[in-house]
């Protein structure tokens, strides 16, 4: 059972590079969200999903796009990377009763 | 507004010592949910205990529980019998928002620190 994969582990970015970050589940599960974690804080949700084919802003979604295109896959955009993007990135997936965390993505922007 | 508040930035407990890091929350739903996950330094997000506002009995799960206080809107975890691989960062979470459209929203954390 692999849960909650995360891709990439690590990313170095320019400035004003693009990427994608990919969430893939094999819980089947409705809901899907991405946060930022940045060092010291909390964890801040960007945009979430619950459900194929919807999207919907959190807390923090400037400068970020997200797709879910397929239930079991959530993509984060980032179209021009800015230094204050640089954090860690979680996504989870779940239902009600509980939600199951990847093991993260650490994106640093130069 | 914050929604989620945990109010102890760090905490230093010796082990064996029981311990309870306060969670408090607001919202105006009657139907939502509550969390602890667990962050230990390797960086994953493991969780620890759900309590659902329809509950009536506290939650429990092995050295966890969840002291829930629905009229003072608090959800404090509490750690029996604390050991050194306790020490962690913990975040209080919860669930919120109509079916169809619920959020998962964090508090900021409390850093828990156990001396042997």
């Known amino acids: 059972n692999a849960g909650v994969t995360q891709t990439p582990k690590f990313r170095v970015l320019k400035t004003g590079q693009s990427m994608t970050l990919l969430c893939a589940q094999d819980?089947?599960?409705?809901?899907m969200y991405w946060y930022r974690q940045d060092p010291g804080m909390g964890l801040r949700l960007i945009h979430y999903?619950?459900?194929?084919?919807?999207?919907a802003k959190g807390e923090v979604p400037d400068g970020y796009n997200v797709s879910r295109l397929k239930k079991q896959n959530f993509l984060l955009g980032l179209e021009s990377a800015a230094p204050s993007q640089t954090s860690v990135y979680f996504c989870a997936s779940g239902f009600r009763g509980g939600y199951t965390f990847g093991s993260g993505t650490r994106l640093t922007v130069v | 507004a914050q929604k989620i508040t945990q109010t102890q930035p760090g905490m230093f407990v010796q082990e064996k010592e029981a311990v309870t890091l306060d969670c408090t929350y607001d919202?105006?739903?009657?139907?939502?949910?509550l969390f602890w996950y667990k962050q230990p330094s390797s960086g994953e997000m493991i969780f620890l205990i759900y309590q659902g506002s329809y509950d009536e009995q506290n939650a429990t799960e092995g050295r966890y529980s969840l002291n829930f206080q629905k009229a003072r809107k608090s959800a404090n975890l509490v750690i029996s019998a604390s050991q050194l691989g306790d020490s962690a960062m913990y975040f209080c979470?919860?669930?919120?928002?109509?079916?169809?459209?619920?959020?998962?929203?964090f508090g900021q954390g409390t850093r828990l620190t156990i001396n042997p």
């Open positions: 979470a919860m669930r919120e928002g109509p079916q169809g459209a619920q959020k998962l929203v």
């Open positions: 999903s619950v459900g194929e084919g919807t999207t």
């Open positions: 819980m089947n599960h409705e809901y």
């Open positions: 919202t105006s739903d009657q139907s939502y949910g």
